[in-house]
């Protein structure tokens, strides 16, 4: 089996016109995306439920309350992630460009895998901060709702990682990195004060601290070392004519092997995640297929 029947290679012309493969399209579908559809998806049945002035049920029992959580409904730490305000749509709206906007860089970068850990641990450590300021006493409970303090994550670790990205606030153009801080510094100040939205405000610093706090102190593994560090130093074996040809065929079997192996290794963590030794062999495979013999 070649590498066009896997998992990780692009739909042929042949696949297209015989049907959609959902369960392969499913195993394909990046996390940003599904997180995205599940994330409206709810919004959408949210706000159904919730038509003519009723009460959701999805929101009774989803959002996150500190007293309900003590009692032992500790899923509203998770399910509060995928709930937004079903009254205004600028709250999902900015929370799912901002996850497309970022969300997609980091999980090219870090893999499906960590990036959907990370945007769900920064989440929880959001509805968590904002517990602890509920039972110290600082903030009164109430409930919460969003994806805010996953997205924060997402954002702060994009600053770390990225920081000379650029964004727009309104219509002035900073670095992604001192906006990170410009609302660091502004969340801190509304907690401090107990200002309006002060609970959200707690999320958004756990999960802004959490995503970038995560980011720095793995970034070193992160980076591709200098090419003096990776260069290697090839020796090359004369066959003898006669045997060359099969000899060839051998090596390439092999190496297709490891390409396979390789390939799938950044379908499901990441560029970043391959060592010196398996970027060789992407080189000399490379080199192989671009001087055909």
């Known amino acids: 089996m070649g590498w ?22 499913v195993r394909r579908m990046s996390v940003t995306k599904a997180l ?6 709810v919004f959408v049945l949210d706000m159904l439920l919730s038509f003519g002035g009723r009460s959701s049920p999805i929101f009774n029992y989803g959002a996150m309350y500190t007293p309900a959580v003590q009692a032992g409904q500790v899923w509203r730490l998770i399910t509060s992630m995928f709930l937004h305000d079903t009254h205004s749509l600028w709250h999902i709206i900015f929370n799912m460009w901002s ?22 641990i920064c989440g929880l450590l959001g509805g968590l901060l904002y517990m602890v300021l509920n039972i110290t006493g600082w903030l009164e409970p109430r409930l919460a709702i969003g994806a805010s303090g996953a997205i924060l994550g997402i954002i702060g670790a994009c600053s770390i990682l990225y920081p000379r990205m650029m964004v727009i606030v309104f ?25 309006v939205n002060a609970g959200g405000d707690a999320a958004h610093i756990a999960g802004l601290l959490a995503g970038a706090g995560y980011a720095w102190f793995t970034r070193r593994s992160l980076f591709t070392p200098p090419a ?26 092999s190496l297709q092997g490891e390409v396979d192996r390789i390939l799938q290794k950044i379908s499901t963590q990441g ?14 495979a490379s080199r192989s297929a671009s001087n055909p013999r």
Not at 244 to 253: A, K
Not at 271 to 284: A, F, G, H, N, V
């Open 4 to 25: 066009q029947d896997r998992d990780y290679a692009p739909e042929t012309q042949y696949q297209r016109m015989m049907g959609w493969n959902w369960t392969r399209s």
């Open 36 to 41: 995205i559809i599940i994330n409206v998806a």
């Open 99 to 120: 996850l497309y906007m970022f969300g997609a860089h980091l999980e090219a970068q870090w893999g499906r895998r960590k990036f959907f850990l990370v945007y769900m």
């Open 171 to 195: 219509i002035i153009p900073m670095r992604l990195r001192t906006l990170s801080w410009v609302m660091l510094v502004i969340y801190t100040m509304n907690i401090l004060q107990k200002g």
């Open 228 to 253: 003096w560090e990776t260069s290697r130093v090839i020796k090359v074996k004369v066959v003898p004519t006669n045997t060359q040809q099969n000899f060839q065929q051998s090596v390439d079997q």
């Open 271 to 284: 560029i970043t995640s391959l060592t010196d030794d398996e970027k060789q062999i992407l080189k000399r």
